[in-house]
C-alpha cells in the first residue's frame, strides 16, 4: 500500500518562519515534523510514500532527503501552482495505480494504528474514511458530526460541538473518490469542501476513531504545545 503526505502548503500561519524552511520540516525534538509521519507509515507496512511540495521548495526537500531518508522508497511531486488538497491528490491519482492509498496531513504529529484503518476502511467498502480523535477544544477545528460509523457533516469551528471528534487529518482512500474530481477552478479542490461533504450526501464517508496522540503544529503555540510534549510515540 502507498502513502502520499502533503506538504505543499506556505504555512503563513507561521511566517516569517515558513519563509525560510517549510512547515513539515521544521523540527520536534530535534527532528522534522515530517520524520514522524514517515516513521509511522514505514512501522505499519507502508511500501512507498510519496510527498506533494511547493515547486519554491524543492530544495529543502532535497536536503531533507538526503539527510534523513537517502535510499528509501520515498518520491517528491512538485505543485506549480496551488492545487488545493484534493486538487494534489488528483495530480498523482496515476503513481497510486488504482488502489486504495493513505494520505497525511504533512505538519501534524500522530499516533495511529495504520493498519487497524485500512482493516476498518475495507470492510465497510467505504471511497473514504477519515480517522477521528477525540480533542478538549474540538471548536477551534472542525468538528466531526457523526451517526453510528457514518460522518453525515463536518462542522467548522462551531460554537456548540456536536462531538469532540475532529479530522486527525489522515485519511484511507479509495479510487472512487476521483470520481468526484472535477478539474474545475484551474484544477483547484479540497478535500473538505469538494469531496467530504459530498461523500457524507451520499452516505459514503465513515469515520474511524482512535485513541493514540495526535498533535497540530500549524501555529506557534502548537508547535511550541509539541516540542514540550511529543515524545516518539
Known amino acids: 500500500m502507498?502513502?502520499?503526505?502533503?506538504?505543499?502548503?506556505?504555512?503563513?500561519?507561521?511566517?516569517?518562519?515558513?519563509?525560510?524552511?517549510?512547515?513539515?520540516?521544521?523540527t520536534v525534538n530535534k527532528k522534522p515534523i515530517?520524520?514522524?509521519?514517515?516513521?509511522?507509515?514505514?512501522?505499519?507496512?507502508?511500501?512507498?510514500?510519496?510527498?506533494?511540495?511547493?515547486?519554491?521548495?524543492?530544495?529543502?526537500?532535497?536536503?531533507?532527503?538526503?539527510?534523513?531518508?537517502?535510499?528509501?522508497?520515498?518520491?517528491?511531486?512538485?505543485?506549480?501552482?496551488?492545487?488545493?488538497?484534493f486538487g494534489t491528490l488528483a495530480l498523482v491519482a496515476?503513481?497510486?495505480?488504482?488502489?486504495?492509498?493513505?494520505?497525511?496531513?504533512?505538519?501534524?504529529?500522530?499516533?495511529v494504528n495504520l493498519s487497524a484503518l485500512q482493516t476498518y476502511h475495507k470492510s465497510h467498502e467505504a471511497p473514504a474514511t477519515v480517522a477521528l480523535v477525540s480533542v478538549p477544544n474540538p471548536k477551534d477545528y472542525g468538528v466531526a458530526k457523526i451517526d453510528g460509523h457514518l460522518i453525515t457533516e463536518f462542522l467548522e469551528k462551531p460554537e456548540n460541538p456536536p462531538s469532540s471528534f475532529i479530522s486527525a487529518g489522515l485519511y484511507c482512500l479509495s479510487p472512487e473518490?476521483?470520481?468526484?474530481?472535477?478539474?474545475?477552478?484551474?484544477?483547484?479542490?479540497?478535500?473538505?469542501?469538494?469531496?467530504?461533504?459530498?461523500?457524507?450526501?451520499?452516505?459514503?464517508?465513515?469515520?474511524?476513531?482512535?485513541?493514540?496522540k495526535w498533535q497540530d503544529c500549524g501555529t506557534f503555540e502548537r508547535w511550541q504545545k509539541a516540542i514540550e510534549e511529543w515524545k516518539d510515540a
Request: glycine fraction near 10%; charged fraction near 25%.
Open 2 to 26: 502507498k502513502a502520499i503526505i502533503l506538504a505543499g502548503g506556505k504555512g503563513t500561519r507561521l511566517y516569517p518562519v515558513t519563509l525560510e524552511t517549510p512547515k513539515p520540516l521544521l
Open 34 to 85: 515530517l520524520n514522524y509521519l514517515v516513521e509511522l507509515f514505514f512501522k505499519h507496512g507502508v511500501e512507498d510514500i510519496g510527498i506533494t511540495i511547493n515547486v519554491d521548495n524543492t530544495d529543502d526537500f532535497d536536503w531533507w532527503y538526503k539527510r534523513w531518508w537517502e535510499g528509501a522508497p520515498i518520491r517528491f511531486f512538485e505543485e506549480t501552482a496551488p492545487l488545493g488538497t
Open 177 to 212: 473518490i476521483f470520481e468526484y474530481y472535477t478539474g474545475a477552478n484551474n484544477g483547484f479542490a479540497m478535500l473538505e469542501k469538494d469531496l467530504f461533504p459530498h461523500l457524507a450526501k451520499d452516505g459514503k464517508l465513515h469515520g474511524f476513531t482512535f485513541e493514540g
Open 94 to 111: 496515476h503513481w497510486t495505480k488504482g488502489d486504495d492509498f493513505f494520505v497525511s496531513n504533512g505538519d501534524e504529529l500522530k499516533d
